[in-house]
């Protein structure tokens, strides 16, 4: 069955006042399924990158201009297209700072929207119905632009699609409460029109989505009385004379979606594929009244088969990319993973049947009719074993139960039972699509755990984790479950497999971490190669010395003013220096702790999520956590390789990254604590040693820069002196 996943933030919202508009134009794909750009309803572009929820650009217009449509990424050129009070096109690339001097060109008439998709041109639609590839436009900005639509007839929404060899626009319009579908092939031009057929008087659609598949282009609209329509367009349609009339186009009911007492008033419908639908601003069929919700429809079999309540008001608004839902709600835009597996009546009904070893290994090549049409005549005794008692069932191997028993079995059997029927499952080899199975058990087995603080299955939580098959926001809380029961080796796990775990939560393993008492984290069985490595790395001796990594004991001592308390300040003579260990290279916390916060230093993170909830650590914690970052930092700079091939360990980088955040987060209270003067006067002269060895690379660049610049003589003879001067 089609799936909806946790969802989290990418912007926040500045709707209008009277709260009708989400203060959102539109969100178009960019370079990749990782990038969109966001277009608000008055002045501002924005470039997020989606995974790390992160603002990486934005570019507004001056005071008094306003974009009137959102704008798109031209793959080819690498540049950004929108356009200003109707008439001013603007063009600009990532690096440019100001709109106002990026390239722009006024034409003649007004334009309703700039279309570009991947694998095509960019497109001009303008409010009169005409179309004008880009390019051609911009060699003559002013050209006159004719008007294809009737008078009182006015453009409702548009799209454009490229198929295997044609290009379309492709926009709908309304007049005197007529609304008509226009296909605009490109290159030869040529134009299709079509009368959608009336629904009941006054009822105008909501929301226009379209997808193509096999030559034709399917358009699916949405009314307020809920009906979903779909009306099929072959490509190779009529071409439409001037002044005749439209042709009808047909359209067949997917969906009578329920709308309560009312009719709908800011809903919208959108393809996801050739079976399932999204909805949102739709009542729920079993929630009440005054709830919004986004939900997936699979139009094969008239089932709902997801849904998520959203908070705050809903807009009307939806936009899918690459399997991700964008939806604005209340004063945020959210990003929503979805899954819509191949539709089937079984998967429908959530009886889909799973292949089963005995079957797939049978002796015979020649299949029996009798037990493929009459299964339960053929094998009577199938019956007889689903109504065995619980302790006859214990015996039943995961082989022979389906993904449904097995699901209803983690609800009410023993701890053992469930782990030894997790482990026969996972050791399956003919399981299809392991993943969504791999989240459904996760999530049952998570939530009885938090219901029954009784029941708990470490081993078996441990390998779903281990198939790779789940994520944070698959089972959201799982994590936090893990460090409820203070079961540290599965936080290992989750900070190294799953990619998108929130800052809060990575806050709160921090927190945990950092707060244990070091008998608690000795007795906790962790990884064993981090554990060799983080033991290797303390236990190590040092290295010849040196500049590494642009810190050495020698330079410490080269700037007096930063008061560098016990960094090598004073030179130590030869020998001792080679049996005597500094004290900043006595690890402040035991080995698992060690081990713990490395996974931490590890976990992927925006700064700007991060932050507040640093704040959240007490002083104590911070000074100990910063104490732990200067022994790594003194350790990867003054050690030969502290960092082994193949060993999961953070990166010098990383460690500063993180000094700098805690330093933001808790400067103040760090300046005021006095133990923490010493430390601070440290740090101060690692972060300058690192600018002195960013500055030198610097030099090592341009140096080399100059060098590859430099033309060599093709013929320079059997012997030659060439002298190469850097500035």
């Given at each position: 069955m089609a799936a909806l996943y946790e969802g989290y933030t990418l912007c926040g919202l500045t709707p209008a006042q009277n709260q009708a508009n989400s203060g959102i134009q539109g969100v178009e794909a960019e370079r990749d399924s990782d990038h969109v750009v966001v277009t608000d309803s008055t002045r501002s572009v924005t470039l997020y990158k989606v995974s790390d929820q992160?603002?990486?650009s934005s570019w507004t217009v001056k005071q008094g201009q306003t974009l009137t449509c959102s704008a798109v990424?031209?793959?080819?050129?690498?540049?950004?297209?929108a356009v200003s009070d109707s008439k001013v096109i603007r063009i600009w690339k990532?690096?440019?700072?100001?709109?106002?001097?990026?390239?722009?060109?006024?034409?003649s008439s007004?334009?309703?929207?700039?279309?570009?998709?991947?694998?095509?041109?960019?497109?001009?639609?303008?409010?009169?119905?005409?179309?004008?590839?880009?390019?051609?436009l911009l060699s003559a900005p002013q050209q006159?632009?004719?008007?294809?639509?009737?008078?009182?007839?006015?453009?409702?929404?548009?799209?454009?699609i490229v198929t295997e060899s044609q290009q379309f626009v492709i926009f709908t319009t309304e007049q005197k409460g007529d609304h008509f579908l226009y296909l605009q092939r490109l290159n030869p031009n040529s134009l299709q029109r079509y009368r959608l057929e009336r629904e009941e008087p006054g009822l105008s659609p909501l929301s226009f989505s379209v997808s193509y598949r096999d030559k034709h282009i399917r358009l699916l609209y949405l009314y307020p009385n809920g009906h979903v329509y779909q009306s099929v367009v072959s490509v190779r349609g009529p071409v439409a004379d001037e002044g005749a009339q439209p042709l009808p186009l047909p359209r067949s009911l997917l969906l009578g979606l329920p709308v309560g007492d009312g009719l709908l008033e800011e809903a919208s419908a959108q393809a996801l594929d050739d079976a399932h639908v999204a909805v949102v601003g739709v009542p729920h069929p079993s929630a009440g009244s005054g709830k919004d919700f986004l939900c997936i429809w699979n139009t094969n079999f008239q089932t709902l088969q997801a849904g998520k309540e959203m908070a705050g008001k809903i807009y009307g608004q939806l936009w899918s990319f690459c399997n991700k839902v964008f939806i604005p709600h209340g004063k945020t835009l959210s990003v929503i993973p979805y899954e819509c597996p191949k539709s089937s009546l079984a998967a429908a009904l959530g009886k889909l049947r799973q292949a089963k070893p005995e079957e797939s290994k049978a002796t015979t090549s020649v299949?029996?009719?009798?037990?493929?049409?009459?299964?339960?005549?053929?094998?009577?005794?199938?019956?007889v074993e689903t109504r065995k008692t619980r302790t006859s069932r214990k015996s039943q191997s995961a082989s022979s139960l389906t993904n449904d028993q097995i699901l209803e079995l983690i609800k009410t059997t023993p701890v053992e039972e469930v782990q030894r029927e997790v482990e026969l499952l996972l050791s399956r080899t003919d399981i299809q699509d392991l993943q969504p199975l791999v989240g459904q058990i996760a999530s049952t087995l998570v939530s009885r755990s938090l219901d029954d603080p009784a029941f708990y299955t470490p081993s078996s939580l441990a390998q779903l984790v281990h198939t790779r098959c789940l994520c944070h926001s698959v089972c959201p809380?799982?994590?936090?479950?893990?460090?409820?029961?203070?079961?540290?080796?599965?936080?290992?796990?989750?900070?190294?497999?799953?990619?998108?775990?929130?800052?809060?939560?990575?806050?709160?393993?921090?927190?945990?971490?950092?707060?244990?008492?070091?008998?608690?984290?000795?007795?906790?069985?962790?990884?064993?190669?981090?554990?060799?490595?983080?033991?290797?790395?303390?236990?190590?001796e040092r290295g010849p010395v040196g500049l590494q990594n642009g810190f050495s004991p020698s330079?410490?001592?080269?700037?007096?003013?930063?008061?560098?308390?016990?960094?090598?300040?004073?030179?130590?003579?030869?020998?001792?220096?080679?049996?005597?260990?500094?004290?900043?290279?006595?690890c402040p916390v035991g080995l698992h702790k060690a081990v713990l916060l490395n996974e931490v230093l590890q976990t992927a993170y925006s700064d700007s999520f991060l932050l507040p909830h640093l704040k959240d650590l007490s002083s104590q914690n911070v000074v100990l956590f910063l104490q732990y970052l200067q022994f790594l930092y003194l350790k990867y700079s003054q050690d030969a390789f502290p960092q082994m091939p193949g060993s999961r360990s953070p990166s010098l980088t990383q460690i500063m990254d993180w000094v700098c955040l805690l330093l933001d987060a808790h400067f103040t209270v760090l300046v005021m604590t006095p133990e923490a003067k010493g430390l601070l006067l440290n740090l101060h002269k690692f972060v300058k040693s690192q600018v002195r060895l960013v500055s030198e690379l610097g030099k090592i660049e341009g140096s080399l820069q100059e060098l590859n610049k430099m033309k060599m003589a093709k013929d320079v003879g059997q012997y030659s002196i060439e002298i190469i001067e850097l500035f």
């Open positions: 992160k603002p990486l990424y031209n793959s080819h050129t690498k540049e950004y297209v990532e690096e440019d700072i100001l709109l106002d001097k990026a390239f722009k060109a006024t034409v007004d334009v309703w929207r700039v279309h570009c998709v991947a694998g095509g041109e960019p497109v001009v639609l303008f409010h009169r119905g005409a179309v004008r590839f880009l390019d051609s006159p632009i004719e008007e294809v639509l009737a008078q009182e007839e006015a453009i409702r929404w548009s799209t454009n299949p029996s009719w009798n037990n493929i049409l009459h299964e339960e005549k053929a094998h009577p005794s199938r019956t809380d799982l994590v936090l479950l893990a460090l409820e029961r203070k079961d540290y080796f599965l936080c290992q796990l989750c900070l190294q497999f799953f990619p998108d775990i929130p800052e809060a939560v990575t806050c709160a393993c921090l927190k945990a971490f950092i707060s244990m008492s070091d008998v608690d984290a000795e007795n906790a069985s962790l990884e064993p190669d981090s554990v060799s490595s983080m033991e290797t790395l303390i236990a190590g330079s410490a001592g080269e700037d007096r003013s930063d008061g560098l308390v016990g960094a090598g300040g004073t030179r130590a003579p030869q020998d001792k220096e080679k049996t005597l260990t500094p004290p900043e290279q006595i």
